[in-house]
Nanobody, 122 residues
């Protein structure tokens, strides 16, 4: 499966952004999906994950209550709605896919998008 992330940009603290990740090339509904982020000089870390049906979601503690992951299998797209953004959320955000259940470790995902930059600054 090929993944294409979009929707990043510059936003002020307290603002919102919605990231999208469009998939192509394989049966989208058979994949679990995740969002990860990597800040400058830091490791890539888990942000949110969603199961194949959309019924199972998980979040990093740092974004719980502010970010929402969702998917539209008909549009083969996964979304990350980000609200109440803070400067610490600044990072390159990556979407990823794997054939089994959701996972929180980057090495468990086989397929990756190219990343989209989110900058939170006044």
């Amino acid at each position: 499966v090929q993944l294409q992330a979009s929707g990043g940009g510059l936003v002020q603290p307290g603002g919102s952004l919605r990231l999208s990740c469009a998939a192509s090339g394989d049966t989208f509904s058979s994949f679990s999906l995740g969002w990860f982020r990597q800040a400058p000089g830091k490791e890539r870390v888990f942000v949110a994950g969603i199961g194949w049906s959309g019924d199972t979601t998980s979040y990093a503690d740092s974004v719980k209550g502010r970010f929402t992951i969702s998917r539209d299998n008909a549009k083969t797209t996964v979304y990350l709605q980000m609200d109440s953004l803070q400067p610490d959320d600044t990072a390159v955000y990556y979407c990823a896919a794997r054939r089994y259940g959701p996972a929180v470790t980057a090495s468990n995902y086989r397929y990756w998008g190219q990343g989209t930059l989110v900058t939170v600054s006044s």
